[in-house]
């Protein structure tokens, strides 16, 4: 991977910029997935769509390098997980489970939850830094960004099949309007008062 983005640095930072964001977008979405709140895992089993697009993530660099393999197998990966309900609770309760050990070594923790700690101190939520709220607004603005696509895509698709309706049947008119002229042209050619 990283061969990928130290050839395209110089040629195409761009490219080599969303490539690393997208990587990092799915890796977060993971991390969500195990360890997030059961909003988020309820928020992309309803917008599944958004992860399976990714599955099919080209690119390819100026040597001919897949650097698209690493996208392609974290959406693969999420959509898999996403789409088995008892291997998501499962992993989440493993994860839950390995992060309760980890807490119980440090001084302080609690057998509590942190949401029950949350929701019962009555108090506003913490507020959120600004690159936090920037992040959820950028992610707001792909999710619509998508959306829209979806929905253009299914628009230039029925766009195509109703121009496919209307070339058939224009080919369909102008068959029945040759053989109308065809006959026409056939009964004058043989009808002796058209001749005089």
Do not use: W
Not at 33 to 39: D, I, K, R, W, Y
Not at 109 to 129: A, I, L, Q
Not at 153 to 164: G, I, S
Request: glycine fraction near 4%; include cysteine.
């Amino acid at each position: 991977m990283e061969t990928c983005f130290q050839g395209n640095l110089n040629s195409d930072p761009i490219l080599s910029n969303v490539l690393s964001r997208f990587t990092q977008s799915l890796t977060v979405l993971d991390y969500l997935l195990h360890a997030g709140s059961e909003n988020v895992v309820l928020y992309f089993k309803d917008n599944l769509y958004i992860i399976k697009t990714l599955k099919e993530f080209q690119y390819v660099d100026e040597d001919g390098k897949d650097c698209g393999a690493n996208v392609r197998q974290k959406a693969k990966d999420i959509s898999n997980l996403l789409s088995d309900p008892s291997r998501l609770r499962e992993e989440r309760r493993s994860r839950a489970h390995m992060r309760d050990r980890m807490l119980r070594g440090t001084p302080g923790f609690e057998d509590e939850d942190e949401n029950v700690r949350r929701r019962s101190s009555g108090g506003p939520p913490p507020r959120k830094n600004r690159t936090a709220e920037k992040d959820e607004d950028d992610l707001r603005r792909a999710i619509e960004a998508s959306k829209r696509s979806h929905a253009e895509e299914q628009d230039r698709a029925a766009v195509d099949r109703d121009l496919e309706t209307a070339i058939r049947l224009s080919k369909e008119e102008e068959e029945k309007r040759n053989r109308a002229v065809e006959d026409s042209n056939a009964v004058a050619l043989f009808d002796d008062q058209a001749q005089l």
